[in-house]
């Protein structure tokens, strides 16, 4: 009966192991943990940060760089970098409020502050596929077009023009005790981890980032593919300069500066490769919440702010590291 008890607790203990094993190979998983893990230290040290309105506002502060890390995500997976969603992001922001200026209605508005992003979205796609500029330098000269587009625009000035409740309620506004930002955030999060895992687009963007050149022998428009996900991208980023705005009611013109590296920093600690095919939504999103938290822990502790980006920088390289390490092991052991 013994022989029999011992020889059957392994055999029922597997599974349980097995699957705690995938999991730890799972890089969102690891991500999540490690914000756990930051969250409860900081926990320890002041009673304030797992309060309601503290982890709300946590929420709202992370949740415009996780909104353009969505997008920014699917660009990496193809191999590529989009430098321009800073620019995106402000200008479609100073758009929209020059519409309401002007006069136009909310719906005119915003669907102008959002036509910035397919615009940008398309030249930096056609510079790549049609010309075949490089993604960093097609980008980053979009980047100093839009930069300055809006400084020749406000001359400094920022704008702040007279808008609706209900445009207001978009950036400002609560779905019961979760800020309208982060309701959108969760949205886009959800809609478009289903479109990279369950449909034929998302299987392509994944396969144009793995290997390139096999997946245009297989079938896939790679192009095509390309030119989606930059507009896809710069949209998104779009959009999170409209939700910035009606925070603040006010367009400044250096809106979303230095935005992209806060961006791609969530992509890249959210466990996607720089290489390609390797990253998602998920993953981003976390990795934008985990910045936050170490940024709202700077504050909560009275760490020099200074500090902030130079430990956002360390967190960058330490998750780099660990998962080129862990790769590199991986390789070794198959």
């Known amino acids: 009966m013994a022989a029999s008890e ?24 690891n991500v999540l943990m490690a914000m756990i893990i930051v969250g409860a230290i900081i926990s320890i040290y ?22 353009m890390s969505i997008g920014m995500v ?5 191999g590529g970098i989009d430098l321009s969603v800073g620019s995106a992001m402000g200008l479609a922001s100073l758009v929209t409020a020059l519409a309401f200026d002007a006069g136009f209605s909310q719906a005119a508005s915003v669907g102008a502050g959002l036509s910035v992003g397919v615009v940008f979205g398309l030249v930096n796609g056609l510079l790549i596929t049609a010309i075949g500029l490089p993604p960093f330098i097609a980008t980053l000269g979009t980047l100093s077009i839009g930069r300055g587009l809006m400084y020749m625009v406000t001359r400094g000035v920022p704008v702040t023009p007279v808008t609706p409740d209900s445009f207001s309620a978009l950036g400002q506004g609560y779905l019961g005790p979760v800020p309208v930002p982060v309701v959108i955030m969760l949205v886009l999060m959800v809609v478009f981890a289903f479109i990279m895992r369950r449909t034929r687009f998302g299987r392509h963007i994944y396969a144009t980032g793995g290997n390139e050149h096999a997946a245009r022998l297989s079938g896939v428009k790679t192009n095509r593919v390309k030119l989606a996900v930059y507009m896809l991208s710069s949209t998104i980023a779009s959009l999170a300069g409209i939700i910035g705005f009606s925070r603040y009611l006010s367009a400044e013109p250096a809106s979303g500066f230095g935005s992209e590296l806060d961006v791609i920093a969530a992509a890249a600690i959210g466990g996607a490769s720089l290489a390609g095919g390797v990253g998602s939504v998920s993953g981003a999103v976390i990795g934008a919440a985990l910045v936050g938290v170490i940024a709202n822990g700077i504050v909560l502790l009275n760490i ?3 500090a902030q980006q130079a430990i956002t920088g360390g967190v960058i390289l330490i998750a780099v590291s660990l998962d080129v390490l862990r790769n590199r092991l991986s390789g070794g052991n198959s």
């Open 6 to 29: 011992n020889k059957g607790s392994p055999s029922s203990a597997s599974p349980v192991w097995s699957h705690l094993a995938h999991l730890r190979q799972v890089r969102e998983v």
């Open 46 to 67: 002041t009673p304030y940060f797992l309060t309601t309105n503290n982890l709300m506002g946590v929420s709202r502060a992370f949740s415009l760089t996780a909104i």
């Open 74 to 78: 699917m660009v990496i997976i193809t």
């Open 304 to 306: 020099n702010t200074y």
